[in-house]
């Protein structure tokens, strides 16, 4: 098993600019899905991404987007950064939206 | 929408001592059930699960979990806990209708040597 990697593991932005965090799957998982834990707190879902088409999405507004890639990597993409927007954001993949495997997660902050 | 309620956020125990962390959701139909541990310094990783079938299962570690669908409960348990238990721990509930997998706020546990 390779696991599932993040990248950047820190990342440090500015309020108003655009963030792209990257994730690749588990081998062998399709499914790709994404969430953002504060400080103190849960994950909270943000979307999840199945053979290349977003099939579920959280309480989060249009300017968290995402992708998923041939290879079931993905992609999540945050525009105009809010200072809330800090937080841990942690990327699992799964086959067929089964048991996930959580990756390592990108510490974002905004300042 | 479903929701999950952990009813402790930090607990400290001795060593030896039995662990029960509370789980309650809210969501009239069925779902499939987690508990996530989160040790210091590492990412979350998958504790048990519960898809169907028997309602007590059995995790890595010696934990264990029991779902009582009429109390929309998901308690995790564990008969003598190790310093190595030191953790958060987070139980999950997904819809097998939907696709969102929702978190506990988490239990912080302390286990004493």
């Known amino acids: 098993e390779t696991g599932v990697t993040q990248s950047p593991t820190h990342l440090i932005k500015t309020r108003g600019q655009q963030v792209t965090l990257r994730c690749s799957s588990q081998s062998g998982h399709n499914t790709v899905s994404w969430y953002q834990q504060a400080l103190g707190q849960g994950p909270q879902f943000i979307f999840q991404?199945?053979?290349?088409?977003?099939?579920g999405r959280g309480n989060f507004p249009p300017r968290f987007s995402g992708l998923q890639f041939p290879n079931y990597s993905s992609e999540l993409n945050v525009n105009a950064l809010e200072l809330d927007d800090s937080a841990l954001y942690l990327c699992?993949?799964?086959?067929?939206?089964?048991?996930?495997?959580f990756g390592p997660g990108t510490r974002l902050t905004v300042l | 929408a479903q929701s999950v309620s952990q009813h402790n956020h930090h607990v400290i125990l001795s060593e030896a001592a039995s662990l029960e962390l509370g789980c309650n959701y809210s969501?009239?139909?069925?779902?499939?059930l987690f508990w996530y541990v989160q040790y210091p310094g590492q990412h979350l990783q998958l504790l048990l699960k519960?898809?169907?079938?028997?309602?007590l299962v059995k995790g890595i570690k010696g934990f264990e979990a029991e779902f009582i669908k009429s109390k929309f409960s998901f308690n995790l348990r564990k008969p003598s806990v190790q310093w190595s238990d030191t953790a958060e721990y987070f139980c999950a509930v997904n819809a097998i209708s939907g696709n969102k997998l929702v978190f506990g706020a988490g239990t912080i546990l302390r286990v004493k040597s």
């Open positions: 519960y898809f169907s079938g028997d309602p």
């Open positions: 699992a993949s799964s086959l067929d939206g089964g048991g996930r495997i």
């Open positions: 991404y199945y053979r290349e088409e977003e099939n």
């Open positions: 969501y009239g139909g069925t779902v499939n």
